[in-house]
């Protein structure tokens, strides 16, 4: 059974910054690319970053420059550093995968940046 | 990057009646890479369909997706009380992953 479980969001200042992980099981992690979406409370879903399983990554343009995405395949596990983060960052985040029969989602791990 | 508009932006109905919504794609993309996702407050998208018509493990077959191209369909035949929700179209054939801005069902 595909599981995948966010941790590492919390209350943060703007300007401040957080680390995200997701920790995956179920399928071969290796083969397969890792994304973050996010989604502001009471709004829609919002890609954010992902991490191709051939090493790539990709951001959208309102998290380049300040998030990096990276994956270690032998903990199964991709992280989302935050940096520089805005009010406009607050939201729940989620990583989501696409495998042969689906697409899977974790809970969320909730960020708020307010002062 | 590719839009998805969805219609209507709400969906009034009745137990029983069918609804039909739709996701309009801003261009083809690869192998009809399209999902559909229920989303209910405070829990995480559930997946419907992917690949524009698979059922997902679990979801009954009251649910259906369908098109091709540029143009989706989610059908909910005999809507239920519990499938007042908001329902997300989402295009996953390469990144960025769009999504559409999503359609309120309310069950009367």
């Known amino acids: 059974e595909v599981q995948l479980v966010e941790s590492g969001g919390g209350l943060v200042q703007p300007g401040g910054s957080l680390r995200l992980s997701c920790a995956a099981s179920g399928f071969t992690f290796s083969s397969y690319d890792l994304h973050w979406v996010r989604q502001p409370t009471g709004e829609g879903l919002h890609w954010v970053s992902a991490?191709?399983?051939?090493?790539?990554?990709y951001y959208s343009g309102s998290v380049k420059g300040r998030f990096t995405i990276s994956r270690d395949n032998a903990k199964n596990s991709v992280f989302l550093q935050m940096n520089s983060l805005r009010a406009d960052d607050t939201a729940l985040y989620y990583c989501?995968?696409?495998?042969?029969?689906?697409?899977?989602w974790g809970q969320g791990t909730l960020v708020t940046v307010s002062s | 990057d590719i839009v998805l508009t969805q219609s209507p932006g709400t969906l009034s109905l009745s137990p029983g009646e069918r609804a039909t919504l739709s996701c309009r794609a801003s261009q083809t993309f690869t192998n009809d890479y399209l999902a559909w996702y229920q989303q209910k407050p405070g829990r995480a998208p559930r997946l419907l369909i992917y690949a524009a018509s698979i059922r997902a493990t679990d979801i009954p077959d009251r649910f259906s997706g369908s098109g091709s191209g540029t143009d989706f369909t989610l059908t909910l035949s005999r809507l239920e009380p519990e499938d007042s929700a908001v329902y997300y179209c989402?295009?996953?054939?390469?990144?960025?992953?769009?999504f559409g801005q999503g359609t309120k069902v309310e069950i009367k």
């Open positions: 991490a191709a399983s051939t090493g790539e990554v």
């Open positions: 989501a995968v696409v495998t042969g029969d689906g697409i899977y």
């Open positions: 989402q295009q996953y054939a390469w990144s960025p992953w769009t």
